[in-house]
């Protein structure tokens, strides 16, 4: 049979009826529909509140008495599920902690120290350089023979182009993600982040090809590992006689050398490289590149520790198992015309657009697209003309193969 209307049922966890709530009086009966409690008369609103309260603080006791959860409905079994039992859930909602958002950060990269940037300004050029056999190639003067011919000898200029290729990249911002963002994430940082890593990622690894393509060298300043004499374990590895074998090789000093992370671990945990340091007690247990470039003289050593994913889950370095030696002059670019540098990067500072901003090459646009979705969204576009250029094949080095 169903209560009157205004009777609300108290159920317990089976469906069984265990007592009735009167809206209007908040007063609570028992199954059989004796009293057991009346509550004063009060205000309308105040009726509401309190009934609210009654019917919840008597689950309550209900609950204590018969040892199980109760639950309430309305009368004709509709409406909300109350469980009287708090627990956790009950009271709390998980959301985004506002103080906290992880993620994964790119490692410093070695491009603009191996390829330092120089700004042009157009996308193409060409540019000139004195040739080497002005500094290095003997010519006999007159050596005493008095009114006899004087030789002549004249510089000679070699004259190569560089031409700057666009890469662009861009990130789209619905309306819909960016209103309902929680904190602290923020999705257009976010989106330029991801655009940059991409783009930094894309130009070490160009940087990186670059350099240890033995075919971008002259042949004189490449050596090649063999497998007995690899860095990492070989019978007759020697890492410092192979460094002074190249430094000796390069037309110009050496000014830096750069290793991927994986070599300079082998380097350090070298045998030949230890005995350096092995009875000397002022010396560290296991000395950085830059204790051994002061220990040993020789150039600076950069560990290139940037890794990427290479093929499925693979994470490789992107400088890999070779060696490259580099010359750099004093002042990049340079300010004398007898200097040079083993590469640059000629990067266009040009071409701005009227919805982007430039700065040092690098262009970041921002425009509304209102075809993509219900609402619309932003799109970012990070935009840079690039030529990673060897200008110098005769200056530094490379070693093939140091790791195996």
């Not at 859930?89 to 959301?95: C, K, L, R």
């Not at 490692?107 to 157009?122: F, S, Y």
């Not at 000898?153 to 963002?181: I, R």
């Not at 490789?316 to 002042?331: I, R």
Request: net charge neutral; glycine share 8%.
């Amino acid at each position: 049979m169903l209560p009157k209307k205004g009777l609300a049922l108290l159920r317990d966890d089976n469906g069984g009826i265990i007592g009735h709530l009167e809206i209007a009086t908040g007063r609570l009966l028992d199954a059989a529909g004796k009293l057991i409690r009346e509550l004063r008369p009060v205000d309308e609103d105040q009726s509401v509140a309190l009934t609210d309260f009654a019917a919840r603080y008597a689950h309550s006791r209900m609950a204590q008495a018969i040892g199980r959860p109760v639950r309430m409905r309305d009368a004709d079994g509709s409406g909300v599920l109350v469980q009287m039992d708090l627990a956790q859930t009950d009271v709390h909602t998980d959301g985004p902690l506002p103080n906290y958002a992880a993620g994964y950060q790119l490692a410093a990269g070695i491009a603009d120290v191996a390829m330092p940037v120089v700004t042009v300004p157009k996308a193409s050029n060409k540019f000139n350089t004195w040739d080497k056999e002005n500094a290095f190639k003997r010519v006999l003067p007159t050596g005493g023979t008095q009114g006899g011919q004087v030789p002549e000898v004249n510089p000679t200029l070699s004259q190569d182009s560089y031409s700057t290729t666009e890469y662009a990249l861009g990130a789209f911002v619905s309306t819909n993600v960016a209103a309902n963002a929680d904190a602290p994430l923020e999705p257009f940082q976010a989106a330029v982040k991801r655009v940059m890593n991409a783009l930094y990622l894309e130009r070490e690894i160009r940087c990186a090809t670059a350099l240890q393509t033995s075919g971008n060298w002259d042949t004189s300043v490449v050596q090649t590992i063999a497998a007995g004499a690899k860095w990492n374990g070989g019978a007759s590895s020697d890492p410092i006689a192979d460094l002074h074998a190249a430094i000796e090789k390069s037309y110009m000093p050496v000014t830096g050398i750069v290793m991927s992370e994986l070599l300079e671990h082998a380097f350090v945990r070298n045998p030949a490289v230890q005995k350096y340091t092995g009875y000397k007690d002022s010396a560290k247990p296991i000395p950085t590149l830059s204790d051994y470039s002061a220990m040993l003289r020789l150039p600076p050593m950069y560990s290139a520790k940037m890794k990427y994913i290479s093929t499925g889950t693979t994470l490789s370095y992107v400088w890999g198992n070779h060696v490259v030696l580099l010359h750099q002059p004093p002042q990049i670019p340079p300010t004398t015309q007898d200097e040079v540098a083993t590469a640059y990067t000629f990067r266009w500072n040009g071409g701005e657009a009227a919805d982007g901003t430039m700065t040092a090459g690098w262009q970041v646009r921002q425009y509304f697209d209102p075809k993509r979705g219900g609402r619309g969204g932003t799109v970012v576009v990070v935009v840079h003309n690039d030529d990673e250029k060897i200008t110098s094949k005769f200056v530094g080095g490379l070693l093939l193969n140091a790791y195996q």
